[in-house]
């Protein structure tokens, strides 16, 4: 291969390892990194520098740029070990790859190719699951679940929320399909991975995003007349299954009695939501005591740590809340840029280019910033290479025109 041939080869290469890593990201970390590893070159060496700034310009992208840079000057300040400021910012490096999966994503085809690469991977994970439920499967090096809790390639919580987008995606992958065998089929899928969050595997934050994604899906899409009607639908399913026997209806009398349960000041023992509560009193007087610039960049242990020192509480390395866990690092105005990344996502929605697009970004804001409420998304490996892949997807279709309008 010829030199002036290599950037041609490599921006190819980037291109199909960002399209692979749909495939991959619910299934492989190994993969997911050897991907990005191939991305990052390809985006390097592939030239097309003048697209590469416009993806740099994009709105969206310039937001999640702005909160990575606000995480990486807080490796400057605080009392954490260099380990830490390096790890933690390691792990938010997810959001520095925004503009890069922008520009690879920037041609219609690439962005459905994708689309298509992590329906396919959803779609093996939802029938895996099931084919473990009936113990056709058993666990082994791949499957990590049991035909009690029917798990397959990542725990409860990452596979819940992924299956909860995965009925959402479906859905409107059904809406979208022209012909009626393919609405049917569609619209099956869906329903069979609502049934796997709802009636298989144990996962609050899977019933929560499941609930608001198919209000989302209500609102957007039916007209208001029916919308009413199916909202009070909802209503009604959720109450069933709250009530009738199985995973949810036990993890919501679970999660009541310990919040019920649970005294600020009293230490928790084997308890998730109320050791929920209790990182969330603590890591607000965390952020009380530093609203400004927080304890910097991977300080949050050694400053719960010391928190928490001389008490029976257990330390912990984040406070299962990406926004007290953000403003701990780096003070409100970090919370701040989170927030307005969330926020420009769903204004610029409206101006993607097809309405399956605008409506999977939205349902992305709703899955991820009500994650980010039980879960420090941002942080974890697969929903925040998730967030930021699917963020570079859906806005690369942006035009200049609009991220230089909302950037005024």
Same mark, same amino acid.
Not at 62 to 79: E, K, Q, Y
Not at 175 to 204: F, S
Not at 317 to 322: A, Q, T, V
């Given at each position: 291969? /010829?030199? +002036?041939?290599l950037p041609r *080869?490599?921006d190819?290469?980037?291109r199909?390892a960002?399209i692979?890593l #749909?495939? !991959?990201?619910p299934? /492989? &970390?190994?993969?997911?990194?050897?991907l990005?590893?191939?991305?990052?070159?390809?985006w390097?060496?592939? #030239?097309?520098?003048a697209?590469?700034?416009?993806?740099?310009?994009n709105a969206v992208?310039?937001?999640?740029?702005l909160l990575? %840079?606000?995480?990486?000057?807080?490796?400057?300040w605080?009392?954490?070990?260099?380990?830490?400021a390096? +790890?933690?910012?390691?792990?938010?490096?997810?959001?520095?790859?925004?503009?890069?999966?922008?520009?690879?994503? @920037?041609e219609?085809?690439?962005r459905?190719? %994708?689309l298509?690469?992590?329906?396919?991977?959803?779609?093996?994970?939802l029938?895996?699951s099931?084919?473990?439920?009936?113990?056709v499967?058993?666990r082994? +090096?791949l499957?990590? #679940?049991?035909t009690? !809790?029917p798990?397959v390639?990542?725990?409860?919580?990452t596979h819940n929320?992924?299956?909860?987008f995965?009925?959402f995606?479906?859905?409107l992958?059904?809406?979208?399909a022209?012909?009626n065998?393919?609405?049917a089929?569609?619209?099956?899928?869906?329903?069979?991975?609502?049934a796997?969050?709802t009636?298989?595997?144990e996962?609050? +934050?899977?019933y929560?995003?499941l609930?608001?994604?198919?209000?989302?899906?209500i609102?957007?899409?039916l007209p208001?007349h029916?919308a009413v009607?199916?909202?009070?639908?909802? #209503?009604?399913?959720s109450a069933i299954? &709250?009530?009738?026997?199985?995973?949810? !209806?036990?993890?919501?009398t679970m999660?009541?009695?310990?919040?019920?349960d649970?005294?600020?000041?009293?230490?928790?023992?084997d308890?998730?939501?109320?050791?929920?509560?209790?990182?969330?009193?603590?890591?607000t %007087?965390?952020?009380v005591? $530093?609203?400004?610039?927080?304890?910097?960049?991977g300080g949050?242990?050694?400053?719960y740590?010391k928190?928490v020192?001389?008490?029976?509480?257990?330390?912990? @390395?984040?406070? $299962?809340?990406?926004?007290? $866990?953000?403003?701990?690092q780096? %003070?409100?105005?970090?919370?701040?840029?989170m927030?307005?990344?969330?926020?420009?996502?769903?204004?610029?929605?409206?101006r993607l280019?097809t309405?399956?697009?605008?409506?999977?970004?939205?349902g992305?804001?709703v899955?991820?910033?009500?994650?980010?409420l039980?879960?420090?998304?941002?942080?974890? *490996?697969?929903?925040g290479?998730f967030?930021?892949?699917?963020?570079?997807?859906?806005?690369?279709?942006?035009k200049?025109?609009?991220?230089?309008?909302?950037? @005024?």
């Amino acid at each position: 291969m /010829s030199l +002036t041939a290599l950037p041609r *080869h490599a921006d190819r290469a980037g291109r199909w390892a960002a399209i692979a890593l #749909g495939a !991959s990201i619910p299934v /492989s &970390v190994a993969f997911d990194n050897l991907l990005l590893l191939v991305v990052l070159a390809g985006w390097i060496l592939g #030239g097309q520098w003048a697209d590469k700034r416009a993806a740099m310009r994009n709105a969206v992208a310039v937001c999640a740029l702005l909160l990575f %840079g606000l995480l990486a000057l807080g490796t400057l300040w605080g009392n954490q070990p260099v380990a830490d400021a390096r +790890t933690y910012l390691l792990k938010y490096l997810d959001l520095a790859f925004i503009p890069l999966f922008a520009y690879f994503f @920037r041609e219609a085809g690439t962005r459905r190719i %994708g689309l298509w690469a992590l329906a396919g991977s959803l779609l093996v994970t939802l029938l895996l699951s099931f084919l473990i439920k009936f113990g056709v499967i058993e666990r082994g +090096t791949l499957i990590e #679940g049991t035909t009690l !809790s029917p798990v397959v390639f990542k725990f409860r919580i990452t596979h819940n929320l992924f299956m909860a987008f995965a009925a959402f995606l479906f859905a409107l992958m059904a809406l979208e399909a022209r012909i009626n065998r393919d609405r049917a089929a569609w619209g099956m899928l869906a329903l069979l991975a609502a049934a796997n969050v709802t009636l298989m595997v144990e996962g609050a +934050t899977g019933y929560v995003v499941l609930g608001l994604l198919a209000l989302l899906l209500i609102l957007s899409r039916l007209p208001r007349h029916i919308a009413v009607v199916a909202v009070i639908a909802l #209503g009604a399913v959720s109450a069933i299954l &709250v009530t009738m026997p199985g995973p949810l !209806s036990q993890r919501v009398t679970m999660l009541s009695a310990q919040i019920r349960d649970w005294t600020p000041e009293k230490a928790v023992r084997d308890s998730s939501a109320g050791f929920r509560l209790e990182f969330y009193r603590n890591t607000t %007087g965390i952020i009380v005591d $530093h609203p400004l610039t927080g304890v910097g960049t991977g300080g949050f242990p050694a400053a719960y740590a010391k928190r928490v020192q001389g008490t029976a509480m257990v330390p912990t @390395r984040n406070p $299962h809340n990406e926004y007290l $866990h953000i403003a701990a690092q780096i %003070g409100l105005i970090g919370l701040a840029a989170m927030l307005a990344l969330f926020a420009v996502q769903w204004r610029m929605a409206a101006r993607l280019p097809t309405r399956l697009e605008s409506d999977l970004a939205r349902g992305l804001v709703v899955t991820i910033a009500a994650g980010c409420l039980f879960n420090s998304f941002l942080l974890d *490996h697969a929903e925040g290479l998730f967030f930021a892949w699917m963020t570079g997807l859906l806005y690369a279709g942006l035009k200049s025109s609009d991220s230089v309008a909302v950037m @005024r």
